[in-house]
């Protein structure tokens, strides 16, 4: 099996990251990271991607096979086209195509949800499941679906978990009304404790510790974002009967003072469905970058 070089991008709400990655279609390895902070525009971005794409090449001993990008929204990977985002500045964008042209490299453009989700399936906490769905929260929601040991897309719909309606009627980015996302994501925890109590925190981890540490006001934040989470899930174990749910991104980054609330919310709101086991993702936050390389390589197979 050849071992690939390939530069991974991914771009997130606030920050987009990279790595030069190598591996093979079963298993990669991040060796030189980078970093920006992302643009508002779609030119800045792809100068930004650009910049990555040099820096990290540059840093290589090897020629650069591919490129794999991953991003938030709705992504159809089969066409590399960035299809919808309510974060992020572009609608119906050819990132694939593109980029190809600019970088004189394959470009394999793909969901950065569905490409976490990847990544722990080969080699991470979902690697001997069959039916999963692998969940990073971060600046949003989404979900991975693994069914029947297949990533499933959806034409690039599927998995969009943090935008089902729980029930709070808190507006949304999106424009509907009572999204998981508006208060379980790590953005939504410190911008609800924020505006509760006056106090800037600089994220969720910083609210955690104050949920540690006993204060109402955290405590509160962190129970109505622990129950919009269960009813999310619920709504998972209802349509999919998945065997686990694996929490990924920054908020799993608080361990079991997330997930023993969690599954006891769960507990008591499950019925019929199977339960699905609670599981903390293995490859942390370079779970995006490393599916990106996966995309990537798995274009250079195909």
């Given at each position: 099996m050849a071992r690939r070089h390939v530069v991974a991008v991914d771009i997130g709400g606030t920050e987009t990251k990279a790595a030069l990655v190598t591996g093979?279609?079963?298993?990669?390895?991040?060796?030189?990271?980078?970093?920006?902070?992302?643009?508002?525009?779609?030119?800045?971005?792809?100068?930004?991607?650009?910049e990555l794409v040099d820096e990290l090449s540059n840093a290589s001993e090897h020629d650069i096979d591919a490129v794999g990008i991953v991003a938030p929204g709705i992504v159809d990977e089969?066409?590399?086209?960035g299809v919808y985002t309510s974060n992020l500045p572009w609608s119906q964008f050819p990132f694939?195509?593109?980029?190809?042209?600019?970088?004189?490299?394959?470009?394999?453009?793909?969901?950065?949800?569905?490409?976490?989700?990847?990544?722990?399936?080969?080699?991470?906490?979902?690697?001997?499941?069959?039916?999963?769905?692998?969940?990073?929260?971060?600046?949003?929601?989404?979900?991975?679906?693994?069914?029947?040991?297949?990533?499933?897309?959806?034409?690039?719909f599927a998995g969009e978990i943090g935008h089902?309606?729980?029930?709070?009627?808190?507006?949304?980015?999106?424009?509907?009304?009572?999204?998981?996302?508006?208060?379980a994501s790590s953005a939504a925890i410190a911008r609800r404790y924020t505006a509760r109590t006056g106090t800037s925190v600089k994220g969720a981890a910083e609210v955690a510790l104050r949920v540690r540490d006993g204060e109402e006001d955290a405590v509160a934040v962190w129970h109505e974002a622990v129950d919009a989470l269960a009813r999310g899930i619920l709504v998972l174990a209802t349509l999919l009967g998945p065997e686990a749910v694996v929490l990924g991104g920054g908020l799993?980054?608080?361990?079991?003072?997330?997930?023993?609330?969690?599954?006891?919310?769960?507990?008591?709101?499950?019925?019929?469905?199977?339960?699905?086991?609670?599981?903390?993702?293995?490859?942390?936050?370079?779970?995006?970058?490393?599916?990106?390389?996966?995309?990537?390589?798995?274009?250079?197979?195909?």
């Open positions: 093979t279609s079963e298993a990669v390895a991040a060796q030189k990271h980078a970093r920006r902070a992302t643009p508002g525009e779609l030119e800045p971005l792809l100068d930004v991607i650009a089969a066409n590399g086209v694939s195509t593109v980029l190809t042209e600019r970088f004189g490299v394959p470009v394999a453009f793909g969901h950065d949800v569905r490409a976490a989700g990847l990544a722990e399936c080969r080699m991470g906490a979902a690697k001997d499941l069959r039916n999963a769905v692998i969940m990073p929260i971060g600046t949003g929601i989404a979900g991975a679906l693994l069914l029947d040991g297949k990533i499933y897309s959806g034409g690039g089902v309606n729980v029930g709070h009627g808190v507006p949304c980015a999106c424009g509907q009304i009572g999204c998981v996302e508006t208060v799993a980054l608080a361990g079991d003072l997330l997930v023993d609330p969690l599954r006891e919310r769960l507990d008591g709101l499950i019925a019929f469905q199977r339960r699905p086991e609670l599981l903390l993702a293995a490859l942390g936050d370079e779970a995006g970058f490393l599916g990106a390389a996966l995309l990537a390589i798995d274009t250079l197979e195909a």
